[in-house]
């Protein structure tokens, strides 16, 4: 069993307060373990799982396969858009096909986001612009240094608000693509733990995403009081709306159909070539 801190890395988004919010405030038994807390954008997650810098990272499904060698999937933990997720927006009404070769503000280079886009299109010109705060994204599209944004997190419930249109739905295309959901963000823990101590943490993991749920109006009361850097979804109806999508049923287990949607995931990358062959999935218990 670790007897240092576990390294807990995830993100600034309201979905992974909520998960982790029983943990961080002592609501449950952590049974004998010690975790540090570390919240940073998607993208930076991401790195900091390539870097082997943490030992429980929430990350992008689409970095996965970079980590498998050194990380297991948590079979709980994870966002997923049943008909819904990230959306495409622009000033103006327009196509994908009408956007190729114009400049795409994308919140990562391997988030899922943007493996799912280049399924659906190719020819984009990605430029980064990470997610927090989350009116960055917004700025970007206002001043022109971007023709339209791909919006994953709470962004996605902003745009149209701000007078944006909707250019595409990437959980839609999925769904009519493949009749699966559409996985986003996935826990995953670090295979050096060892197998004993990574069923622990597991366990411990699960039972805080089953306390979240069970106490959903009291997590939503606290996340909506946090300092953020970004208030637009300080509101409770709208984190009320955020949090339905992305943290409910399949945050506490991965159903079959969820499994299958990130094999048929990589499958098609790997047909793309945006994915090398031979991809593995590991889970942990």
Request: charged residues 20%; negative net charge.
């Amino acid at each position: 069993m670790a007897l240092s801190p576990i390294r807990l890395a995830y993100s600034v988004d309201a979905d992974d307060a909520f998960m982790f919010h029983a943990l961080a405030n002592g609501k449950i038994d952590p049974r004998g373990l010690t975790f540090e807390h570390r919240r940073a954008d998607t993208s930076t997650l991401n790195a900091l799982a390539e870097k082997e810098e943490a030992d429980v990272v929430a990350v992008s499904l689409g970095a996965y396969p970079g980590l498998v060698g050194r990380y297991l999937l948590l079979p709980h933990g994870a966002s997923v858009g049943r008909g819904y997720g990230p959306v495409v927006v622009a000033r103006a009404a327009t196509t994908l096909s009408d956007l190729v070769g114009k400049r795409v503000a994308i919140p990562g280079e391997t988030t899922t986001a943007w493996l799912v886009l280049r399924l659906m299109q190719e020819g984009l010109v990605p430029q980064v612009v990470p997610i927090s705060p989350f009116s960055r994204v917004f700025d970007s599209l206002d001043r022109g240094e971007v023709d339209a944004a791909l919006l994953i997190h709470e962004g996605r419930l902003l745009y149209e608000q701000r007078g944006y249109a909707r250019v595409a739905e990437l959980g839609e295309w999925w769904a009519g693509h493949t009749g699966l959901p559409l996985p986003l963000g996935v826990n995953v823990i670090r295979r050096g733990l060892g197998e004993a101590c990574i069923a622990e943490i597991s366990r411990v993991l699960s039972d805080a995403i089953a306390w979240a749920l069970a106490h959903r109006d009291e997590v939503i009361g606290a996340i909506a009081g946090e300092s953020r850097g970004d208030q637009a979804l300080g509101r409770t109806e709208l984190l009320d709306t955020y949090l339905g999508m992305y943290a409910n049923a399949d945050t506490s287990s991965m159903a079959p159909d969820v499994r299958r949607a990130i094999e048929v995931l990589f499958e098609e990358a790997k047909k793309a070539g945006l994915l090398p062959a031979g991809t593995p999935i590991a889970w942990a218990p």
